[in-house]
């Protein structure tokens, strides 16, 4: 009996040298945390803020969107009944959508391809720096600053500056209501906004542009590439995806996010719903009608729709090497 409780209580006891499972379970978190603390730590601001400011908002905002909340009275869960209503009852957000998607239509791909065609151009030039400032100062300005000039330019009277040229040239008889006519309000947005567009999208080609290194186009010319547009296709494009990719994003967001500048220029709502947009019937009703589970659901939704759109630029600019 003696012998075979021995034998019991070292069968029990860990093997020499052998550290127990949990610490050897523990021991290559610790020694990655003590490899990686302090980057980590130089992360954990960003990442709280992002959490706390980005994840949260998004998950809140999907779980009011079944709720009909007004800020006064707690949320009351309706379910679906928010999305039946949007897309089965609310003829303005049909309308919003439609011309949401015109804009975009429009806006998005020429703003695109604006910024690629100019960062390209700019960059063979001599004062590339001098020209960069200038096509990016817009958009550093307040679009709302922007906005009241371009009201004086499409102004509806005989002062306002495309009117009085007109009138000046006897291309019209009288005044034309730029911003208030249903025809024009939308396409003077849409220029408005593509003469804004030289933001980030901008900076971002032609960084990529100028990290092209010069040995490939000396290596492209010995091989046989000749001209500008050649050395674009076969080689500066191949190797601006990352660039490339961030720019549709940027673009897609930006056309799909557009409000301010239709708000300034056309009012809030504009006549006749004329250049009503998502955001902007997002806005309505979070901030003047504070229903917020409705504009919970308007807002799930241009999340939906951006994030898809999004995706779908991924898959186009994906490579291996990025």
């Not at 065609?117 to 600053?145: D, M």
């Not at 003077?188 to 999208?201: C, D, E, K, R």
Request: positive net charge; aromatic residues 14%.
């Amino acid at each position: 009996m003696k012998g075979s409780s021995t034998s019991t209580n070292d069968a029990l006891q860990p093997a020499v040298g052998r550290p127990p499972v949990r610490a050897r379970l523990r021991s290559p978190v610790a020694a990655h945390l003590r490899r990686n603390g302090l980057r980590y730590a130089m992360l954990a601001p960003f990442l709280l803020l992002f959490v706390a400011f980005t994840i949260v908002p998004v998950f809140w905002s999907i779980g009011l969107s079944f709720t009909s909340y007004n800020m006064l009275q707690p949320p009351r869960w309706v379910g679906l009944a928010n999305y039946r209503t949007l897309f089965l009852e609310d003829d303005v957000f049909l309308t919003a959508i439609k011309n949401t998607f015109a804009f975009a239509v429009v806006t998005g791909p020429l703003s695109y391809l604006i910024s690629f065609l100019f960062a390209w151009i700019i960059n063979n030039l001599k004062f590339s720096n001098v020209f960069a400032l200038g096509f990016y100062a817009p958009s550093i300005t307040s679009s709302v600053a922007l906005s009241v000039v371009w009201m004086y330019i499409f102004s509806g009277d005989r002062y306002g500056l495309l009117n009085s040229l007109m009138l000046k040239l006897g291309l019209e008889d009288r005044p034309f209501i730029w911003l208030a006519h249903p025809d024009t309000m939308m396409p003077v947005v849409m220029f408005v906004s593509l003469w804004m567009s030289m933001g980030s999208g901008f900076l971002v080609f032609l960084a990529g542009l100028r990290n092209v290194p010069g040995e490939l186009y000396e290596a492209g010319a010995i091989d046989g590439i000749r001209g500008k547009f050649q050395e674009l296709r076969l080689l500066t494009l191949p190797l601006m995806k990352p660039q490339l990719l961030f720019g549709a994003v940027n673009a897609i967001v930006a056309s799909f996010a557009v409000f301010d500048i239709a708000k300034v220029l056309v009012g809030m709502p504009s006549p006749n719903y004329a250049a009503h947009t998502i955001v902007a019937h997002l806005y309505d009703y979070a901030f003047i009608r504070f229903e917020l589970g409705y504009a919970s659901a308007v807002a799930v939704f241009l999340f939906l729709l951006t994030l898809v759109l999004g995706r779908v630029c991924m898959r186009l600019f994906s490579s291996n090497d990025m």
